[in-house]
């Protein structure tokens, strides 16, 4: 039998990350989450097409992430929750 669940299901393999608001700039997602060392290198990163929202290459560093967004840079991994 499959369990009827109407929360968002998290993917294996990622962290989660609570925000206190939405949306949030990707690139201060970067930052805020140390996945980058600044400002600047989460941009040139974005930039660079290194980083992953949802599974697609993502090239603007303003994207507007919200709850239930994956992000994804090198290694690591974040799904994206309003905290509560």
């Keep these: ?29 970067l930052k805020f989450e140390a996945m980058a060392a600044s400002g600047g290198e989460a941009k040139a990163a974005v930039s660079a097409g290194q980083v992953l929202v949802n599974g697609e290459v993502e090239t603007q560093k303003r994207k507007k992430i919200v709850a239930g967004d994956r992000v994804e840079f090198g290694a690591e991994k974040i799904f994206l929750t309003l905290a509560g």
């Excluded at 962290?15 to 990707?26: C, F, G, N």
């Design 1 to 29: 039998m499959s369990e009827d669940n109407n929360s968002t299901e998290i993917p294996a393999g990622f962290r989660i990350v609570e925000l206190s608001r939405e949306p949030v700039e990707l690139y201060k997602i």
